[in-house]
């Protein structure tokens, strides 16, 4: 089926989403080398799992996988994937990755479809969530997640880490 | 508050009240089926109840193509393929499902692969994974606690994993829901309590979830107010129809509002714990729902303040300032919890339910995977959920 012609602030707005997936893989991928929460997630995640968030019909698309017990960024990915979250049009895409709404009520207001371990997923929703503390003020992030966690002074050290150096280089 | 935005579906044509397991050759004709597969169990074979069903379709176009009766309490992905195999073999074209939640999910597990012509259910779990229209499904309900007779949910066992699989799509609601007094009339007085505590913790948990609107609101509020008038009746005085057809209509309603707006911290709870220590899903219901309310305060503690109408009247609830509503509504709750207790022995406790102690630890980590805490008000912790599991030891 040939792509239709899309609208300048649907374009805007992918562009958008696909650097904030960008930011998110990268800081993701980071965290599971140094983060003992994300740590712990992941560990109980089968080994080599892959998983990706795309945005219905056509993209953008981050994914990741799970390797050596961390996860990596792999850009768009593979096409096929163990676990897949899909936002079903990029305005509800947009609302999650602009930092409008957050991952459960994006969930809660059946704004994604789960394809694939639902356990997986939840500990995904999770990381993201730790995510989302990290990389927002507190101001901003107590209306994103149900509850903000109290940061320890290694935590904060972390995100510090996280944003200067995780993400830029993935380590 | 209206939410910013919500999804809302109910497609299905409830039939209800006196006989009405008479008009299945008019609904099937209606759905253009002439060769259903029974799919129900050995309990609702002793009770007699499937005699109705055989009766009904007797005198009709209609043919009962064949009939499944032995689908345990926690269905499979091994039976699930039993019962697909012999639809197919006696080229049946629709399903009746007549029983609890397990027949109804295992009738919509079956439903699937038959539809997709497949073998392998697990493709399929997750949700909105299926695209495709499925069979003609009645649900006939047989213990007024479930609600899947109008829920777009099947959950069947992984018995490998000893996990539950949740599998949700629009198309998984059945056509017709058939609620019929007669079809609950034997249920022994304890299961009469749990299931219908299943419906109040469905109701109850759907009124303050996330996911709440308008729409599931109406019913969850409706079918709180009914069970709490008919409970406890329907304990005492089971052979009593009109109580039982009142609790079975509040838990198809409580049905269409969980399976609208979902349910949250509880259910996660009892699903790890049925999924581990296998107690049944409306003991464990009853035995964490003040619990779960409880938890809930903070965050939607105006919500459980306004089920003290439904729960406990208007009289009550106008004469409780607003700040402690809540706190009553959850009162109403144990009060209710012992009632049972004294009348049946409704277990009170997870000690009582028959949970060794050494596996709360188990259930805490199982209940991290539980879907429904997404839609929980309140975040839940490994450790939330271990101190709630202490408290509701004994």
Same mark, same amino acid.
């Given at each position: 089926?040939?792509?239709?012609?899309?609208?300048?602030?649907?374009?805007?707005?992918?562009?958008?989403?696909?650097?904030?997936?960008?930011?998110?893989?990268?800081?993701?991928?980071?965290?599971?080398?140094?983060?003992?929460?994300?740590?712990?997630?992941?560990?109980?995640?089968?080994?080599?799992?892959?998983?990706?968030?795309?945005?219905?019909?056509?993209?953008?698309?981050?994914?990741?996988?799970?390797?050596?017990?961390?996860?990596?960024?792999?850009?768009?990915?593979?096409?096929?994937?163990?676990?897949?979250?899909?936002?079903?049009?990029?305005?509800?895409?947009?609302?999650?990755?602009?930092?409008?709404?957050?991952?459960?009520?994006?969930?809660?207001?059946?704004?994604?479809?789960?394809?694939?371990?639902?356990?997986?997923?939840?500990?995904?929703?999770?990381?993201?969530?730790?995510?989302?503390?990290?990389?927002?003020?507190?101001?901003?992030?107590?209306?994103?997640?149900?509850?903000?966690?109290?940061?320890?002074?290694?935590?904060?050290?972390?995100?510090?880490?996280?944003?200067?150096?995780?993400?830029?280089?993935?380590? | 508050?209206?939410?910013?935005?919500?999804?809302?579906?109910?497609?299905?044509?409830?039939?209800?009240?006196?006989?009405?397991?008479?008009?299945?050759?008019?609904?099937?004709?209606?759905?253009?089926?002439?060769?259903?597969?029974?799919?129900?169990?050995?309990?609702?074979?002793?009770?007699?109840?499937?005699?109705?069903?055989?009766?009904?379709?007797?005198?009709?176009?209609?043919?009962?193509?064949?009939?499944?009766?032995?689908?345990?309490?926690?269905?499979?992905?091994?039976?699930?393929?039993?019962?697909?195999?012999?639809?197919?073999?006696?080229?049946?074209?629709?399903?009746?499902?007549? %029983?609890?939640?397990? &027949?109804?999910?295992? *009738?919509?597990?079956?439903?699937? /692969?038959?539809?997709? #012509? @497949?073998?392998?259910?697990?493709?399929?779990?997750?949700?909105?994974?299926?695209?495709?229209?499925?069979?003609?499904?009645?649900?006939?309900?047989?213990?007024?606690?479930?609600?899947?007779?109008?829920?777009?949910?099947?959950?069947?066992?992984?018995?490998?994993?000893?996990?539950?699989?949740?599998?949700?799509?629009?198309?998984?609601?059945?056509?017709?829901?058939?609620?019929?007094?007669?079809?609950?009339?034997?249920?022994?007085?304890?299961?009469?309590?749990?299931?219908?505590?299943?419906?109040?913790?469905?109701?109850?948990?759907?009124?303050?979830?996330?996911?709440?609107?308008?729409?599931?609101?109406?019913?969850?509020?409706?079918?709180?107010?009914?069970?709490?008038?008919?409970?406890?009746?329907?304990?005492?005085?089971?052979?009593?129809? %009109?109580?039982?057809? &009142?609790?079975?209509? *509040?838990?198809?309603?409580?049905? /269409?509002?969980?399976? #609208? @707006?979902?349910?949250?911290?509880?259910?996660?709870?009892?699903?790890?714990?049925?999924?581990?220590?296998?107690?049944?899903?409306?003991?464990?219901?009853?035995?964490?729902?003040?619990?779960?309310?409880?938890?809930?305060?903070?965050?939607?503690?105006?919500?459980?303040?306004?089920?003290?109408?439904?729960?406990?009247?208007?009289?009550?609830?106008?004469?409780?300032?607003?700040?402690?509503?809540?706190?009553?509504?959850?009162?109403?709750?144990?009060?209710?919890?012992?009632?049972?207790?004294?009348?049946?022995?409704?277990?009170?406790?997870?000690?009582?339910?028959?949970?060794?102690?050494?596996?709360?630890?188990?259930?805490?980590?199982?209940?991290?995977?539980?879907?429904?805490?997404?839609?929980?008000?309140?975040?839940?912790?490994?450790?939330?959920?271990?101190?709630?599991?202490?408290?509701?030891?004994?």
């Amino acid at each position: 089926m040939m792509k239709k012609t899309i609208s300048f602030e649907k374009r805007i707005k992918k562009i958008i989403v696909k650097i904030v997936m960008f930011v998110l893989g990268k800081a993701i991928q980071s965290a599971s080398r140094w983060d003992s929460i994300v740590r712990h997630e992941v560990a109980r995640w089968p080994d080599n799992l892959t998983f990706a968030l795309d945005v219905l019909p056509w993209g953008p698309r981050m994914a990741m996988k799970k390797q050596k017990g961390r996860l990596k960024y792999l850009g768009d990915g593979p096409k096929e994937v163990d676990l897949l979250i899909s936002f079903k049009n990029i305005e509800c895409a947009f609302l999650v990755f602009a930092g409008l709404m957050g991952t459960e009520q994006g969930a809660a207001e059946r704004r994604t479809i789960v394809k694939g371990n639902l356990a997986v997923a939840l500990s995904l929703i999770r990381i993201m969530n730790l995510m989302v503390v990290y990389l927002y003020p507190k101001f901003w992030s107590q209306r994103l997640v149900k509850r903000v966690p109290r940061l320890s002074l290694k935590q904060h050290a972390l995100r510090v880490y996280i944003i200067l150096i995780g993400i830029p280089t993935g380590i | 508050m209206i939410p910013s935005y919500y999804e809302f579906i109910n497609p299905v044509k409830i039939v209800s009240g006196t006989n009405a397991v008479d008009n299945i050759p008019h609904e099937l004709d209606q759905l253009g089926a002439k060769r259903p597969m029974v799919i129900t169990d050995q309990g609702v074979v002793m009770a007699g109840l499937l005699k109705y069903v055989e009766d009904a379709i007797e005198d009709s176009i209609a043919t009962i193509g064949a009939v499944y009766d032995k689908t345990p309490p926690d269905s499979s992905l091994e039976v699930v393929r039993e019962i697909a195999a012999l639809y197919r073999s006696r080229n049946c074209d629709s399903f009746i499902a007549i %029983g609890g939640g397990s &027949a109804m999910d295992t *009738a919509k597990g079956v439903n699937i /692969i038959i539809t997709e #012509n @497949s073998d392998d259910l697990m493709q399929f779990i997750g949700a909105d994974r299926l695209k495709n229209r499925l069979q003609p499904l009645i649900a006939i309900p047989t213990t007024a606690g479930t609600g899947s007779e109008v829920t777009l949910v099947a959950v069947v066992s992984d018995t490998a994993n000893n996990v539950k699989m949740p599998f949700t799509s629009s198309h998984l609601l059945p056509n017709v829901a058939i609620i019929d007094p007669r079809m609950t009339l034997t249920l022994p007085p304890r299961l009469t309590a749990a299931t219908a505590m299943d419906a109040m913790t469905h109701a109850i948990e759907s009124y303050y979830g996330t996911q709440k609107n308008p729409m599931s609101d109406a019913y969850a509020f409706a079918a709180i107010k009914i069970l709490r008038e008919n409970i406890v009746n329907a304990v005492k005085n089971g052979k009593d129809a %009109g109580t039982r057809l &009142a609790v079975a209509n *509040a838990a198809t309603m409580a049905g /269409i509002a969980f399976s #609208n @707006s979902m349910v949250g911290l509880v259910h996660s709870l009892g699903h790890a714990t049925g999924g581990i220590c296998h107690v049944p899903h409306g003991v464990a219901m009853s035995i964490f729902l003040p619990f779960g309310m409880e938890y809930n305060l903070e965050k939607a503690g105006d919500h459980i303040g306004e089920l003290l109408l439904p729960l406990g009247g208007s009289e009550l609830y106008a004469a409780t300032p607003k700040a402690g509503r809540a706190e009553s509504a959850i009162k109403i709750i144990r009060k209710l919890q012992t009632d049972l207790y004294h009348l049946c022995e409704l277990p009170m406790t997870l000690k009582d339910a028959g949970v060794p102690r050494n596996k709360l630890e188990q259930i805490a980590q199982a209940t991290m995977d539980d879907g429904a805490l997404t839609y929980n008000p309140e975040v839940v912790t490994q450790a939330d959920a271990l101190r709630i599991l202490k408290l509701a030891y004994e």
